[in-house]
C-alpha cells in the first residue's frame, strides 16, 4: 500500500463527492472499478467521512427526496435503496420523517401520466394500474388514489 496511491484513491473521492453526493457503497464500487484494493478503499471512505466529504444519511436523505418528488411508491423505494446500498433502518426512519402522503403521491402520478380524466374502459384502467405498480405503489394506494380521480371537484 503506498502513499502515492492511497493518495490518488482519496482524491477520485474528492472529484467524485464534487460532483454529487454518493453513498459509501457506490464510492467503493467506484474505486474497485478503478482497481484500487480494498484496504486503500477502506482508507479513502474513512477519510471522507471524518473529514464530513461523505455522509451515508445526507445522501439517503438527498435520494429520497428525489424518489419522492418523481413519483415513486415505497416498493420501489425499498427495492432502489438496496442497490444504491441505502440501510434499511436509516430508509425507514427517514421514511417515518418525512411522513409522506402515498395515496396523494399515487394520485399526483397518475394524473400527471394520464390527466385527471377517469379511464373509458377497462384497458385504460389496467394500463394505469400497471403504471403505478411499476412505479412501487402498493393496491391500495392505486385503488384509492383511482377512486379520487372518480369523485368530481
Excluded at 467521512?49 to 423505494?77: F, P, T, V
Excluded at 417515518?96 to 385527471?116: Q, T
Aim: net charge negative.
Amino acid at each position: 500500500m503506498s502513499n502515492e496511491e492511497q493518495q490518488q484513491a482519496d482524491e477520485t473521492v474528492v472529484r467524485l463527492l464534487g460532483r454529487r453526493e454518493h453513498s459509501a457503497h457506490e464510492l467503493r464500487q467506484k474505486l474497485r472499478q478503478r482497481g484500487y484494493p480494498d484496504p486503500i478503499i477502506q482508507q479513502a471512505l474513512t477519510t471522507a467521512q471524518e473529514q464530513g466529504w461523505q455522509s451515508d444519511e445526507r445522501y439517503a436523505e438527498i435520494w429520497l427526496r428525489h424518489m419522492l418528488g418523481s413519483g415513486n411508491g415505497w416498493m420501489k423505494i425499498k427495492a432502489a435503496a438496496g442497490v444504491k446500498g441505502i440501510d434499511e433502518e436509516l430508509l425507514l426512519q427517514l421514511v417515518d420523517a418525512a411522513e409522506p402522503d402515498w395515496v396523494e403521491l399515487c394520485f399526483e402520478r397518475l394524473c400527471r401520466k394520464f390527466g385527471e380524466q377517469q379511464p373509458a374502459t377497462r384497458q385504460e384502467r389496467d394500463k394505469i394500474m400497471r403504471h403505478l405498480q411499476s412505479r412501487g405503489f402498493r393496491f391500495g394506494e392505486i385503488k384509492a388514489a383511482m377512486e379520487r380521480q372518480q369523485q368530481p371537484e
